[in-house]
């Protein structure tokens, strides 16, 4: 077995999921900031509850929405002539519900420190709201949004819970690190779950460290 393979399935899954947070989860905290819809309230719930629902709760709710008994699962089968659950992509769609909260939550603190009279005074001379946003807004609001890059990257990157339910632990298709780790101990096989462990253990630290210190470069900077 290939030791470096469930790392880099991490890696990938990983990549993929923040990509997909940055390019949803900054409009969508933009709606959740600026948006006067009156049940907000009930959206920012639904996408804070994987913070405190068990994600074995989550993995097997989206198991039973995706899986090939439900009406989504056999729609995805029909038409990618493959099954979504126990695949990469079913992986992805529950990585990214699960990490949402720590990709859109940083992002909307970030908007939401921002003074209002810099976005009153872009406005009062003219300009639009996408200038407005692109202009002022991102650039005002970077260090959160690499915050919740980084923060989804690396919650994304040790998710056990959700993957085990959805994905199981398929070698090279959904055996991810964390679950590597599991499926070791379960064997005996302490020294590799060891070193799986010590890996993540150690990239964990490192984007952590990366975090504070980008966070501690912004606010002398303000």
Known sequence: MNFAAPLLLSLKLS????????VLGVPFAYWLVFSRFRFKFLVESIVAL??????????????MAIGANSFFGRWYESLF?????????GLVLGSFLYSLPFAVQPIQMAFNSI???LLEA???????????????????SRHGIITGCVLSFAHTLGEFGVILMIGGNIPGITRVASVAIYDEVQSLNYGSANMYAAILLLFSFVILAAVYFVNRRFTRTI
């Open 122 to 140: 872009s406005w009062s001379l003219g300009r639009s709201n996408i200038y407005t946003f692109f202009r002022v807004i991102l650039p005002l």
């Open 50 to 63: 994987p913070l405190v629902l068990p994600p074995t709760v989550l993995g097997f709710y989206l198991l």
């Open 115 to 117: 003074d209002k009279k």
């Open 15 to 22: 990549s993929v999921t923040t990509l997909f947070l940055l």
């Open 81 to 89: 002539n493959k099954p979504l659950a126990f695949s990469f992509e």
